[in-house]
């Protein structure tokens, strides 16, 4: 009895479909020949579709980044075209008698950026940036931090033993709620033998090894992967000193013995406190905890406390807790409300592809009204219209579902679950549905086609036609933000060098790209917030580094997103 209800949670069926190349618009494969590493077997590698994708398949409208000489005619049909003022760094370097790995998921030729993005910057300054860099209110800022999260490079080259930019990296997955993301990077960063702690026996070595299978830990046991992680600690005891995690493990793999003794000792020496004692001794001894009151819930659970928590019968909410907890209710046994709710908030971060949300919006017909079922509702009813290809039913049921999806930060995943099939309704010329049909086209991947069909001739539907083909300075600017928009993009060559900051330049020149574009990301925000300044500064330097794409998709979004 005690066995099977401390192991119930590993027989959770989990909500994890196969999704298409939609949450941040790459294709990833990482082979082990690709990294110089061996993954572990039989592991998904992420509920984010893109992660599971062939490696070499080119998206349309995802900008690469040109070597010196070469023509953007020759990129593939349909391509924004790149500047030839390019300053991405092209050699890829690694310090003589470095051993350490180019750490990530993608592969440069995927990614567009090169490994030695962050070789030339200070470790601590990244970090700061890295934690510092805000993306919520910019899904092409989101689809680029995690690009830059998740490409193979080189630590920099003033890295120590610790590695603390790969951690950070591991931790601002976790603040987005890219639980798996992390695990797979940890599988392919990260010791599997006793023998690989030995290489570096400095404690900063350690403390960063240890950094990082907390990471990988907490991450399992939101997403069903706590066995694994396990067997991992049983192997390589020294990558944890947390007598919880230990005395969790021992059981859940079944060395009861083992269990209660660690238990034993951390209560007889006090290692660990009360509260935690009481939790681990109903875990290890369940049928004696049957006539006892529920525990009282914590306030700031870890995974670990909370994973617990659910194996013992009580499960906690996860609304009130950081993003990542969300993982744990895509299980069928957290509802479909909670399955909703946890995939809204980990879809508006770019962690979960709307194809997922959109399969548990159409799972069931809502039994109530107000709040998500008024959500579901209103996206079935938009998909039935679109279905039958009822250009009035779309049209009627168009503001609704915007309305409520924009409203809870979803307008960019709607777009690019229905922008296509919106395309082919024809819609009649009432209440303004033909314009808000074209915006959420040019939200969508497909913004360059959508451009050369704009519904009217108002000022700010010329500007974003001319805005989503890379020429807005064409048209006239009807506001201040679109002008600040317009000198972004006003420019090429070594005249657009010349609207990039001088520090991002010395960035540039001094093999720091990775720190000039997230500073670019910083300055960004910045204009959003009305710095009209750091608005064209922010898209000239994403523009001079080759990204095209973001620099568009980013204006169109703070342009059509803004106004709604």
């Keep these: 009895m005690h066995r099977d209800r401390a192991v119930q949670s590993r027989s959770k069926a989990r909500v994890r479909p196969v999704a298409a190349a939609l949450a941040v618009g790459l294709v990833f494969s990482t082979p082990a020949s690709a990294q110089g590493v061996t993954r572990t077997s039989g592991q998904p590698m992420s509920a984010i579709g893109w992660l599971n994708q062939p490696a070499l398949e080119w998206i349309p409208g995802q900008s690469v980044a040109l070597p010196p000489g070469a023509s953007p005619a020759a990129l593939p049909p349909g391509e924004p075209p790149v500047t030839r003022g390019i300053l991405v760094p092209t050699v890829d370097v690694q310090p003589l008698g470095s051993t350490q790995i180019a750490a990530g998921l ?165 290692l660990l406190d009360q509260a935690d004692l009481q939790l681990l001794g109903r875990f290890l001894h369940p049928d004696l905890a049957e006539e006892e009151n529920l525990l009282p819930p914590p306030t700031r659970p870890d995974p670990l406390t909370f994973h617990i928590y659910s194996a013992i019968g009580e499960r906690l909410p996860t609304g009130h807790l950081p993003r990542v907890f969300a993982n744990a209710d895509l299980d069928d046994i957290a509802g479909w409300k909670a399955q909703i709710e946890a995939a809204e908030r980990l879809t508006r971060s770019g962690a979960l592809s709307p194809n997922q949300l ?36 779309v049209a009627a049921a168009l503001p609704r579902v915007w309305e409520a999806l924009t409203a809870e930060g979803l307008g960019v995943p709607f777009a690019t679950l229905f922008a296509h099939r919106l395309a082919e309704i024809r819609l009649p010329a009432i209440a303004g549905a033909q314009t808000l049909a074209w915006q959420v086209q040019l939200l969508s991947p497909d913004y360059e086609l959508a451009a050369r069909t704009p519904p009217d001739n108002q000022p700010m539907t010329a500007f974003l036609a001319a805005l989503a083909q890379g020429k807005p300075q064409t048209v006239p600017a009807p506001d201040a933000r679109t002008r600040a928009i ?43 917030n009305g710095d009209t300044s750091a608005l064209t500064e922010s898209l000239a330097t994403f523009r001079a580094v080759g990204l095209e794409d973001t620099a568009r998709r980013a204006a169109l979004q703070a342009l059509i997103l803004k106004r709604t």
């Design 106 to 270: 993608v592969p440069p030729n995927v990614s567009g950026l090169p490994r030695d993005l962050w070789v030339g910057s200070r470790p601590q300054d990244l970090v700061d940036l890295l934690s510092r860099v805000q993306v919520r209110h910019s899904p092409a800022l989101q689809r680029l931090l995690y690009t830059l999260l998740l490409t193979e490079a080189y630590p920099p080259q003033a890295s120590g033993p610790e590695n603390t930019v790969l951690t950070e990296r591991m931790v601002r997955l976790m603040d987005l709620g890219a639980a798996d993301p992390v695990r797979a990077l940890a599988d392919l960063s990260e010791p599997t033998r006793a023998g690989d702690l030995d290489t570096d026996g400095s404690e900063a070595a350690l403390k960063g090894l240890r950094d990082r299978f907390r990471l990988r830990f907490d991450a399992a046991l939101l997403t069903g992967g706590e066995e694994q992680a396990c067997t991992i600690l049983t192997d390589l005891p020294r990558l944890s000193d947390d007598y919880r995690a230990q005395i969790f493990c021992a059981a859940l793999l079944g060395d009861w013995d083992t269990a209660a003794l660690i238990y034993d000792m951390a209560e007889t020496l006090s």
């Design 486 to 528: 317009a000198r972004g993009f006003a420019a090429s060559g070594e005249a657009l060098a010349q609207l990039v900051p001088e520090a991002t330049r010395a960035q540039l020149s001094s093999g720091r790209l990775g720190e000039a574009i997230l500073q670019a990301m910083i300055r960004f925000t910045a204009g959003l």
């Design 358 to 393: 959109l399969g548990l919006y159409t799972a069931q017909m809502p039994s109530a009204s107000g709040g998500v079922w008024d959500r579901a509702e209103a996206v079935q009813r938009f998909d039935v219209a679109l279905s039958a290809h009822d250009g009035a039913a």
